[in-house]
């Protein structure tokens, strides 16, 4: 261990705060509970650390070895290489924005392209520098719409076909706050049409949120439920998944007045579940209820192009109790590192990834639903997932599978009550052909054990 200080140094301290040692800073602690026996290993060398960590680390299984078909949020995209070479640049390779943002030019300049991208990516018009991930960035949805609303409307609908997670984390989130949730009852019809929403709509109604493509996979056009919403006086919002707006409609050209999403699959590799992306857009009539940072553009007093911190309605540069959320910062790098995989791949290296995604999925989804004992779960257009049943528990298929190096699907029963035996596949352009065959081979014979 580095320690800066000489033993002089620290004694000239002790002496300036009056006490005599190190030890006498925990005076306060019970003696029974000071300094415990923590009965740590002896000390390693670097080299033997190293080599250590390196044996635990080869247990794990990792996706460079394994195929993988799980999603339900988080997706085995390609990263190229010189989206982490640019975000370790020593400039931006830091998770936090600064603190005196006007003095670093280059970081608000990443932060204003990324804002940028997002709204053009979403078909909104304001965009903040992003939230922790996806489940967050719907939770402060539902805090813009109460800030909107001033707290006279408290119910939020919720698609049962929003993501499991982020239900639960939009009421862990708004616990205690007087807003009720309703819309993903246990007993819900998974398989309605979600224009049945409307029928929960009344003039307390502040928000309804959607998934686009929804948990599932299905895609739906809301323009029709978004007209609804809109005539009741609600909000309407959408969750993304940002790779598929590359083939579908942007979700502000069916009215949308909030979009989110998991900016995961936008050049952030999966890593036991983060650090993740946040995005979170909306219409600039919105703007002064929106959480986070926003980075203006301008010009200085001498005409040059200045970026700037705009609008930002967070507690450390208004009153505490003026803002619309306690949210402090954003994912810096994580927006970056999608603001470096966007314009490397550009509106039409988008629209080909998404399509390779799609037709690889449907193609997975007809081999799989040919199978004996397999049948897909529902007949709407998907993107690149979509749900089986299977003549045995997801979770014995999944163990099965990772036999023969395969990352299987997401199991439904684990959260929906009514789905046991279904499992929710992912393809994305990671998956050939050939371990799509494989997988559907491997199926066909472990289901059968």
Not at 57 to 79: K, P, Q, R
Not at 307 to 329: D, F, G, M, P
Request: proline share 5%; glycine share 8%.
């Amino acid at each position: 261990m580095f320690l800066p200080h000489t033993e002089k140094e620290r004694q000239e301290m002790l002496a300036t705060i009056g006490v005599n040692s190190i030890e006498d800073l925990f005076a306060a602690i019970p003696e029974k509970y000071r300094f415990p026996d923590l009965n740590l290993p002896s000390a390693l060398t670097e080299m033997e650390a190293q080599a250590a960590i390196s044996d635990l680390a080869s247990w794990n299984d990792n996706l460079t070895e394994m195929i993988c078909f799980l999603g339900a949020g988080a997706y085995n995209h390609y990263v190229p290489a010189v989206v982490d070479t640019i975000i370790r640049r020593g400039e931006f390779l830091t998770a936090y924005t600064p603190y005196q943002p006007e003095v670093s030019q280059g970081t608000l300049q990443a932060i204003f392209d990324y804002q940028s991208l997002m709204t053009a990516l979403t078909g909104m018009e304001v965009s903040n520098a992003s939230h922790y991930d996806g489940a967050t960035a719907v939770a402060e949805a539902v805090t813009m719409a109460n800030a909107h609303f001033r707290g006279k409307r408290n119910r939020v609908i919720l698609s049962p076909a929003l993501h499991p997670h982020y239900r639960q984390t939009v009421r862990t989130y708004h616990a205690n706050t007087g807003i009720q949730f309703v819309g993903d009852e246990p007993e819900v019809d998974l398989l309605a049409h979600p224009n049945h929403l409307a029928n929960l709509l009344d003039d307390n109604t502040a928000l309804v949120m959607v998934q686009y493509p929804d948990f599932f996979g299905r895609i739906y056009d809301y323009t029709n439920l978004a007209e609804k919403v809109h005539q009741a006086g609600a909000l309407f919002a959408v969750s993304v998944n940002p790779i598929a707006l590359g083939l579908l409609k942007a979700p502000g050209e069916f009215g949308a007045d909030i979009v989110t999403g998991e900016g995961q699959p936008l050049g952030i590799p999966l890593s036991y579940g983060g650090p993740y992306l946040g995005i979170f857009t909306t219409r600039k009539e919105f703007v002064r209820k929106m959480a986070g940072r926003l980075v203006g553009e301008t010009v200085d007093n001498r005409g040059q192009k200045a970026y700037v911190l705009t609008l930002t309605a967070r507690e450390q540069h208004i009153r505490r109790e003026k803002a619309t959320s306690n949210i402090c910062t954003n994912q810096g790098l994580m927006a970056l590192a999608a603001a470096v995989y966007l314009s490397l791949v550009g509106k039409h290296g988008l629209r080909q990834l998404a399509e390779l995604c799609y037709h690889k999925a449907h193609y997975a989804a007809q081999q799989i639903a040919a199978l004996e004992g397999f049948s897909l779960w529902s007949h709407e257009p998907f993107f690149n997932e979509f749900v089986v049943k299977a003549p045995i528990s997801p979770a014995v298929l999944n163990e099965k599978l990772l036999e023969y190096g395969i990352v299987g699907g997401y199991d439904l029963g684990q959260d929906y009550p009514s789905l046991q035996n279904h499992i929710m596949f992912a393809v994305t352009e990671m998956n050939t052909k050939e371990e799509i065959d494989y997988l559907v081979s491997t199926l066909a014979e472990v289901s059968h054990a």
